[in-house]
């Protein structure tokens, strides 16, 4: 379901563990093809996409013991996400897209945590701006919960972190045969032994290998 689709340490151990791919690197940058943006800009929420993009950050989530994502954060306010299947070198890129953060909501109280978990993330589907979209990743017995998955960021000043992610992904067809998403993300993080949890409401589309030029 995954095929369609967040202490100090010194500069070279950030540049080991960091994982790169496609030549994307955590103090990287790449450009984007201006003619792919300006064929589908005016069909997506997002606006003004900038076309040279600089990575402040590297994310990592491995969904299962094959399948893994890699989400390279920029200086536009989003980030290109990579999905690895099968092992991590370029031949096991299943999947690239580029997401643009449209919304973050804090959520203050346990009973408001339980309420999203329950019912605010997974719904058979959703409206952003008058359009609507279809979720996408199915359960089991008519049953939809989000996915739970734990992502480890890399800073570019070294800094580490951990978050706890409770996903859901939506689609809607734009022209063509093109899609635009949206995915539903209850964040958590623990921060001196206390939760700090939001609602991430994100919108992306498909970016093809060749739509990426590596100039950093």
């Not at 995954?2 to 955590?26: C, N, Q, Y």
């Not at 008058?130 to 800094?159: K, L």
Request: hydrophobic share 35%.
């Amino acid at each position: 379901m995954f095929s369609k689709w967040f202490g100090k340490k010194d500069d070279s151990s950030t540049e080991v563990k960091a994982p790169e791919i496609m030549g994307l690197r955590i103090g990287g940058a790449f450009e984007l093809d201006d003619l792919k943006l300006r064929l589908i800009e005016p069909d997506l929420i997002v606006e003004g996409v900038a076309r040279t993009q600089l990575i402040q950050a590297v994310g990592m989530v491995k969904l299962d013991e094959s399948t893994t994502v890699l989400r390279y954060y920029t200086d536009d306010d989003g980030f290109l996400q990579v999905l690895l299947t099968g092992g991590m070198t370029e031949q096991h890129i299943s999947d690239v897209k580029l997401w643009y953060f449209y919304q973050t909501e804090g959520v203050n109280s346990d009973h408001q945590w339980n309420e999203l978990l329950n019912h605010g993330i997974s719904t058979p589907d959703t409206e952003l701006e008058g359009y609507r979209f279809n979720r996408v990743w199915g359960g089991v017995g008519g049953e939809s919960p989000p996915v739970a998955m734990t992502e480890q960021t890399w800073q570019e000043d070294g800094s580490e972190s951990e978050t706890d992610q409770f996903m859901m992904l939506y689609e809607r067809e734009i022209k063509d045969g093109h899609f635009e998403y949206l995915i539903k993300s209850g964040e958590e993080k623990i921060i001196h032994n206390q939760a700090d949890r939001c609602l991430v409401i994100s919108t992306g589309f498909d970016i093809h290998h060749a739509d990426i030029s590596i100039i950093g």
